[in-house]
Structure formats: C-alpha cells, structure tokens
C-alpha cells in the first residue's frame, strides 16, 4: 500500500524557513515526477512545485525564487525548503506524484504569522 508521511512544517516568522520532508512507502518512486501541493483554509489544493525523476524542477509562480524542491531516490524521500516565508503562504503541504495519483497523506501544517 502507498504511503506519504510529510513532517518539517510549524510556526515561522514572516521572512523565515522552512524545510519540509515526504517519505514514501509501498512502492519505488525513482522514477516517478513527484510533487508538493498545499491547501490553505476555505481554497482547494494547488500544485506548489515538482521535480522529475533525473532532477529536473518546476514550479508554481507565486514560490518562484523561494521554495526549492528536492530528492533522494535512494531514500525515496522528497524535500522542500522554503525560505522567505510569507503569510499566504499557511497551508496544509502534502506530496505525491504529480499526477497525484495516490491517496493524500496527512499533511503537514505550515503558518507564517507574527
């Protein structure tokens, strides 16, 4: 059965970091397009970045510049370090392909607030 277990997020300061992880389960994910998505209170989850299976990243406009996104396929582990964290950026942060073609995992809870 395929799993996602997201952890790192928590309170931050305005202008702080972050760095977030996914570890997967139940099947080898190397070569998959793996990606982060986030769903902030009263919106619909959105795509946040990915990454494809030799390291190529994209993503979304609104984190350009201050999210950066990352893996180990010998771990089957994704990351993503946030940095310049504002306050629309509070969500739920969950990982899976980028076809999100698994069930969700629990999320981890980001909130910037002062």
């Known amino acids: 059965q395929v799993q996602f277990v997201e952890s790192g997020g928590g309170l931050v300061l305005p202008g702080g970091s972050l760095r977030l992880s996914c570890v997967a389960s139940?099947?080898?994910?190397?070569?998959?397009?793996m990606g982060w998505f986030r769903q902030a209170p009263g919106k619909q989850r959105e795509w946040v970045a990915s990454i494809d299976r030799v390291g190529r990243k994209s993503s979304a406009d609104s984190v350009k510049g201050r999210f950066t996104i990352s893996r180990n396929n010998a771990k089957n582990t994704m990351y993503l370090q946030m940095n310049s964290l504002k306050p629309e950026d509070t969500a739920v942060y969950y990982c899976?392909?980028?076809?999100?073609?698994?069930?969700w995992g629990q999320g981890t809870q980001v909130t910037v607030s002062s």
């Open positions: 139940g099947r080898d994910f190397s070569t998959s397009t």
């Open positions: 899976n392909t980028e076809n999100r073609l698994f069930s």
